[in-house]
Nanobody, 124 residues
């Protein structure tokens, strides 16, 4: 079993920056990909980015490309999402997730483990 815990959410003003953290515990060597998703009320869960544990492969959705950066610290078993130029439409619950797949992983069903989420609210 893999456990994921997100942290770092909060209330910020538009144009500011915020960094989210996701710390993994348990059988952390059983997965290959970490992803970040978000979900606003009444909306479907939206893929934002993924990163591989091995190597440096990353991929970003167009909605966050150029503003958000995903990174990892293998020693701490932690994945980060650095968010800049935040907009009110970025307001959502942000989730990290772990996938057992090696390939392309941008669908929620590609991920086997999920954190509880952390709320990000951006005021105008």
């Amino acid at each position: 079993q893999v456990q994921l815990v997100e942290s770092g959410g909060g209330l910020v003003q538009a144009g500011s920056s915020l960094t989210l953290s996701c710390t993994a515990s348990g059988r952390t060597d059983s997965y290959y990909t970490m992803g970040w998703f978000r979900q606003a009320p009444g909306k479907e869960r939206e893929f934002m980015a993924f990163i591989k544990w091995a190597g440096t492969d990353t991929y970003y959705a167009d909605s966050v490309k150029g503003r958000f950066t995903i990174s990892r610290d293998n020693i701490k078993n932690t994945v980060y999402l650095q968010m800049g130029s935040l907009k009110p439409e970025d307001t959502a619950v942000y989730y990290c997730a772990a996938s057992l797949q090696r390939g392309w992983t941008e669908r929620p069903n590609d991920y086997a483990y999920w954190g509880q989420g952390t709320q990000v609210t951006v005021s105008s």
